[in-house]
């Protein structure tokens, strides 16, 4: 099963600053990555996949890299509604699954 | 809009059983796969079973098979989950999510199972 660590656990930052997400998969995923944005009490929502496609409707501010093992999650001036927990996702090709990690959160400084 | 209502959570004893429903609407549901993934109380999320369109082709993650079924009405835009032999950890919420490509592009508010005596 691939594993995916996510750094850091919690990021403290002031409105307007850039965020910065890391991803590690354990083994090589290619470009096959997915963030997601949980706000408190709502519901996960897709932002990026494909390692750097945006979603529908997903602002210009956030922006994905990465590939192979290392992906990157940057939110380049966060905004008041920003502040919640990201994560990545990927799906392994056989058997098919899917794994999450454990999640950053991103909380006002 | 895409639109996906889980229902079914409850209280229940270890060993108990319940059976998750998610109504879809707002998108074709019969040109879409389909997941279920579950939060736990410490926020981890985890997938848990993903059918075809036709349900002919479901998987499980290794941690539910033999537990847990899935299974969908086209009819009804409806997916539902078996979950049998419960256990403390098994309590989480419990969403469906609709899948696109290798992703999940629309997740339901969740229905919350709890797990105990």
């Known amino acids: 099963e691939i594993v995916l660590t996510q750094s850091p656990a919690t990021l403290s930052l002031s409105p307007g600053e850039r965020a910065t997400l890391s991803c590690r998969a354990s083994?090589?995923?290619?470009?096959?990555l997915a963030w997601y944005q949980q706000i408190p009490g709502q519901t996960p929502r897709l932002l990026i996949y494909d390692a750097s496609k945006r979603a529908t409707g997903i602002p210009a501010r956030f922006s994905g890299s990465g590939s192979g093992t290392d992906f990157t999650l940057t939110i380049s001036s966060l905004e008041p509604e920003d502040f919640a927990v990201y994560y990545c996702?990927?799906?392994?090709?056989?058997?098919?699954?899917?794994?999450f990690g454990q999640g950053t959160k991103v909380e006002i400084k | 809009q895409v639109q996906l209502v889980e229902s079914g959570g409850d209280l229940v004893t270890p060993g108990g059983s319940l059976r998750l429903s998610c109504a879809a609407s707002g998108f074709t549901f019969t040109d879409y796969y389909m997941s279920w993934i579950r939060q736990t109380p410490g926020k981890r999320l985890e997938w848990l079973a993903y059918i075809s369109t036709s349900g002919n082709t479901i998987y499980y993650a290794d941690s539910v098979k033999g537990r847990f079924t899935i299974s969908r009405d086209n009819a009804k835009s409806s997916v539902f989950l078996q979950i049998n032999s419960l256990s403390a950890d098994d309590s989480a919420v419990y969403y469906c999510?609709?899948?696109?490509?290798?992703?999940?592009?629309?997740w339901g508010q969740g229905t919350l199972v709890t797990v105990s005596s």
């Open positions: 996702q990927q799906r392994s090709e056989w058997p098919p699954s899917w794994t």
């Open positions: 999510a609709k899948n696109v490509l290798r992703y999940f592009d629309s």
């Open positions: 083994q090589s995923i290619s470009t096959y």
